[in-house]
């Protein structure tokens, strides 16, 4: 069977910031263009099947960057609406609600074309995106590329490893990063997480 493929897209001002980054559309610094272009040497020996992209400019230019090619934007891949909180750091949300997680606690309403998003919700996309990509990861054709955002792609991790969309909190990824779900007899499993380029 193939694997899954995904790359989280290169820094960009607020993610370097802490700052929720859901639906603003804030291009990569300079430094998260040489991350992405980094990510090459972590793709070579890589003929995709499949790419697929968020339509986000920030997983975009990470996608040309580090080199993949034939990429399909899906709406589905988008960040986590965060609601009233984007744009907001964690650190700031918790003066007012302490001990605050995004995990359990949710966000709070935002305006209405971006209301925000349960833990649950966001794993009804991501299992939107896998009930696409998995019959041509079994069909063994290549590898599948998913390049999109932190929160997304953890919870779509949980969900292929059949754990529930809050299980995201337990898989840190940084920016410009490859993480590979294979499997093993027979049943998904990590092959590797969060790998940066030398």
């Known amino acids: 069977m193939s694997e899954l493929l995904l790359i989280r897209h290169g820094e960009t001002e607020w993610s370097r910031d802490g700052r929720h980054t859901g639906f603003t559309d804030v291009a990569l610094t300079d430094r998260g263009e040489r991350q992405a ?16 992209v968020s339509p986000m400019k920030r997983a975009l230019r990470t996608a040309e960057l580090a080199g993949l090619e034939d990429a399909e934007t899906d709406p589905d ?27 359990d606690d949710g966000v709070v309403p935002g305006p209405p074309e971006h209301p925000g998003e349960t833990p649950a919700q966001v794993g009804a996309r991501a ?28 919870v779509l991790t ?5 754990l529930p969309p809050a299980a995201g909190a337990l898989f840190r990824l940084d920016t410009a990063t490859v993480s590979r779900i294979g499997t093993e007899h027979g049943r998904p499993a990590l092959v590797a997480w969060n790998v940066r380029s030398a």
């Open 127 to 154: 299992d939107r995106v896998l009930a696409r990509v998995v019959p041509l990861l079994e069909a063994g054709g290549g590898d599948v590329v998913l390049v999109a955002h932190g929160h997304f792609l953890r």
């Open 77 to 103: 891949l988008h960040e986590w609406d965060y609601g009233g909180y984007e744009g907001v750091t964690t650190e700031e949300i918790r003066r007012a609600r302490p001990g605050w997680y995004l995990w």
């Open 158 to 162: 949980a969900r292929r490893l059949g």
């Open 37 to 52: 272009e980094a990510l090459r040497p972590l793709l070579a020996g890589t003929t995709p099947a499949k790419v697929l």
